[in-house]
């Protein structure tokens, strides 16, 4: 089945800090993955996918299908990137299906 | 664009009440999500409406949740009657259900506490 692990509850880094939040995914074909982030009193929202290949905010994912891992990085964390992060995967089977992981909760402290 | 409205924010019942919550989406977005968030899980999809139609609802307790898009607009999900365990945070999305992979914009969730 497909399956989202994030291994991390909690994160706490300092600031200025690199960071690392992990993610495997459980998926035999072609997956998408993304990463989402809730910052406190906030909605959950896209940080982003890894089709994109873009840098949000700092923040950097690689889609590893050897090792089945899409983990978020930034080389220098922020106090405003203290959230809980989800990773998620998504598939096609004649429409769009999404699967959640636990989610990591980040705090950078100064 | 104005985004997914939810409401209400808060709810809270006794066991074996009934309840339902709204959720109207972005304009224009074909497809609908209603995920059930227990405190430390991740979102956990409970049915998925393209229009106004049901295209997964395999994780819905149909014995007790009922959901409804009418028009394939807003959208309404029932509990009845509750239990303890739906205590939860109720998420509804929105996508514009093109083919491929779409970004879910989300609601900002309403919160059951069922006593």
């Known amino acids: 089945a497909q399956r989202v692990t994030q291994p991390e509850k909690l994160l706490s880094v300092f600031k200025g800090a690199p960071v690392e939040l992990k993610c495997n995914y459980s998926?035999?074909?072609?997956?998408?993955l993304f990463w989402y982030v809730q910052y406190s009193r906030q909605r959950l929202q896209l940080l982003l996918r890894?089709?994109s290949r873009e840098s949000i905010k700092g923040f950097t994912a690689d889609l590893n299908k050897g090792e089945t891992s899409f983990h978020l990085k930034k080389p220098f964390a922020q106090e405003e990137d203290s959230a809980m992060y989800y990773c998620?995967?998504?598939?096609?089977?004649?429409?769009?299906?999404?699967?959640f992981g636990t989610g990591t909760r980040l705090l950078v402290s100064p | 664009e104005a985004g997914v409205a939810q409401s209400p924010r808060y709810k809270i019942i006794e066991k074996r009440q009934s309840v339902a919550f709204w959720c109207n989406p972005i304009?224009?977005?074909?497809?609908l999500y209603w995920y059930q968030q227990i405190l430390g899980q991740g979102p956990k999809l409970l049915i998925q409406?393209?229009?106004?139609?049901?295209?997964?609802d395999s994780q819905l307790p149909k014995d007790r949740f009922s959901a409804e898009r009418l028009k394939g607009v807003d959208s309404t999900l029932k509990i009845q009657p509750a239990k303890l365990e739906d205590s939860a945070v109720y998420l509804c999305?929105?996508?514009?259900?093109?083919?491929?992979?779409?970004?879910?914009?989300f609601g900002p969730g309403t919160r059951l506490t069922v006593l």
């Open positions: 999305a929105s996508s514009h259900g093109l083919a491929g992979m779409d970004e879910q914009f």
């Open positions: 998926y035999s074909g072609s997956p998408e």
């Open positions: 890894h089709i």
């Open positions: 998620a995967l998504s598939w096609i089977t004649g429409f769009q299906k999404l699967v």
């Open positions: 304009s224009g977005h074909a497809t």
């Open positions: 409406f393209q229009n106004n139609g049901v295209v997964d």
